[in-house]
């Protein structure tokens, strides 16, 4: 009997390790899926398949699909799922009484009470699998012309969707569209109302929410099987739209946070800060990203802030310190996050079609300020894909070459415009647009 139940013990440990490995992405995950919104340490690139480089509506166009109501997350692939999130008005009122918007460039509002829902679809033939309406409220707050509220993306380890709708809460759901668990953090009052965007981390046992904005700010550490907090560190920050990154450093996972105030890398396991730098303008909006050993970060809200940092000298406050291998102060990004690859960095001026390419070692333009005919405003993030880099713009989608001349490939026009990024898995690029999402491959 002893033996039977120790025997027994051994096994569910063994089962729970086996478990704990898969819950647990690893580089490999991200050949064949697309977990998170921009891929491996959020570099925006893979090696995948053929991609095409030319396509229209009657050219290499594998399917499209209708999405209800409007967002502009991009999605994610785990498997045979296509997993998107949306807000889908519904025919119910609510009588809005505020004052006329404050900022005229967030005019948007509703009295229309909206099904915050996560839709998971086929990536082969690209019908519905499951649709989940998680939350069904009327949205507060007024957002951009240009936004949505459904601008954060979801994020999956294989086992579970957490899917984040902001003031709405996160939900975790099931492969299968079932509600595990949900976590509602309050009413954001996002800077000019220019509305939501930052999407979770997921790491190990953990699921991490970065919470800036106009009040108290915080950094959130959940239990990603239950929503139980493990812990939560108060920031003095405001708004941000960047997405947590998580990385080893001699064996320690950090989280890494771009702000307004301070650039902020924190214990995984405690909260603790671990080292901190200022230099960044205000409203970050593109994502930390990593790439042996360093770290490279940007934002460009009327001021330009681009730098590498060597994670293994990085501790305390390391601002003016040689932890900062290099830094290149012109031409960032506003709304897109970068690409990198191949030891290059890409990125473009503002939100506009204007393309610079950095070597990442040693932060030395390799071009710069090479313009992409056609594109009128952008604020979706290029992805990058072997020896070619998609930008989705509003009116247009450019392919440019990768590598060191600058070259444009093509310049493709859909029935759509589009805010989401393109995503890469095996041959197939997939955009989300403002009406469809296309599986763009080779016929």
């Not at 099931?174 to 009413?187: H, I, P, T």
């Not at 405001?238 to 214990?267: C, F, H, M």
């Not at 990125?347 to 610079?356: A, E, P, R, S």
């Given at each position: 009997m002893r033996q039977s139940s120790f025997f027994l013990f051994i096994c569910f440990c063994f089962f729970l390790n086996l478990n704990g490995a898969h819950a647990q992405l690893k580089p490999s995950d991200f050949t064949s899926n697309w977990p998170e919104w921009r891929g491996l340490y959020?570099?925006?690139?893979?090696?995948?398949?053929?991609?095409?480089?030319?396509?229209?509506?009657?050219?290499?166009?594998?399917?499209?699909?209708?999405?209800?109501g409007k967002g502009h997350a991009t999605p994610i692939v785990w498997g045979n799922q296509i997993i998107i999130q949306t807000a889908v008005p519904t025919d119910k009122k609510v009588e809005k009484t505020d004052a006329a918007p404050a900022n005229p460039m967030s005019p948007t509002q509703t009295d229309l009470i909206h099904q915050f829902t996560v839709i998971s679809i086929d990536k082969a033939s690209g019908k519905i699998n499951w649709k989940t309406a998680v939350k069904e409220e009327l949205p507060a707050e007024r957002?951009?012309?240009?936004?949505?509220?459904?601008?954060?993306?979801?994020?999956?380890?294989?086992?579970?969707?957490?899917?984040?709708?902001?003031?709405?809460?996160?939900?975790?759901?099931?492969?299968?569209?079932?509600?595990?668990?949900?976590?509602?953090?309050?009413?954001?009052?996002?800077?000019?109302?220019?509305?939501?965007?930052?999407?979770?981390?997921?790491?190990?046992?953990k699921v991490f929410v970065q919470w800036d904005h106009q009040q108290k700010s915080y950094l959130y550490a959940l239990d990603k099987n239950t929503?139980?907090?493990?812990?939560?560190?108060?920031?003095?920050?405001?708004?941000?739209?960047?997405?947590?990154?998580?990385?080893?450093?001699?064996?320690?996972?950090?989280?890494?946070?771009?702000?307004?105030?301070?650039?902020?890398?924190?214990?995984?396991?405690?909260?603790?800060?671990?080292?901190?730098?200022?230099?960044?303008?205000?409203?970050?909006?593109?994502?930390?990203?990593?790439?042996?050993?360093?770290?490279?970060?940007?934002?460009?809200?009327?001021?330009?802030?681009?730098?590498?940092?060597?994670?293994?000298?990085?501790?305390?406050?390391?601002?003016?310190i040689p932890a900062i291998l290099w830094e290149y102060n012109q031409d960032a990004s506003y709304t897109p996050s970068p690409v990198l690859m191949d030891g290059k960095l890409y990125?473009?001026?503002?939100?506009?079609?204007?393309?610079?390419?950095?070597?990442?070692?040693?932060?030395?333009?390799?071009?710069?300020?090479q313009k992409i005919d056609g594109i009128t405003n952008i604020f979706s993030s290029p992805t990058g894909n072997k020896d070619k880099i998609y930008v989705a713009a509003t009116n247009q989608v450019s392919v440019v070459k990768a590598g060191p001349e600058f070259s444009i490939l093509a310049k493709n026009t859909l029935d759509d415009t589009f805010e989401a990024s393109p995503i890469v898995v095996g041959n197939d690029l997939f955009l989300r647009g403002a009406k469809y999402l296309y599986c763009i491959s080779e016929k």
């Open positions: 959020n570099s925006g690139a893979v090696n995948g398949g053929a991609t095409p480089v030319e396509f229209s509506e009657t050219k290499n166009v594998k399917w499209k699909i209708e999405i209800p957002t951009h012309e240009l936004g949505s509220w459904a601008s954060n993306s979801p994020v999956t380890d294989g086992e579970n969707i957490y899917a984040f709708f902001g003031s709405r809460g996160l939900y975790c759901l099931d492969m299968k569209g079932n509600v595990k668990w949900s976590r509602n953090f309050g009413q954001m009052e996002i800077v000019a109302s220019f509305g939501e965007g930052s999407t979770p981390a997921v790491y190990k046992d929503g139980k907090e493990a812990w939560t560190a108060e920031r003095e920050e405001i708004t941000s739209w960047a997405t947590p990154l998580v990385v080893e450093v001699n064996g320690k996972a950090q989280v890494i946070t771009s702000a307004t105030n301070k650039v902020r890398s924190y214990d995984a396991e405690t909260g603790k800060v671990i080292w901190e730098c200022t230099g960044m303008t205000r409203n970050v909006i593109p994502n930390p990203m990593y790439a042996d050993g360093i770290l490279y970060l940007m934002s460009g809200f009327r001021g330009n802030a681009v730098k590498a940092i060597d994670l293994a000298k990085a501790q305390g406050d390391i601002t003016g990125f473009l001026k503002g939100n506009n079609g204007i393309i610079t390419c950095l070597d990442a070692k040693t932060g030395k333009p390799i071009y710069s300020n």
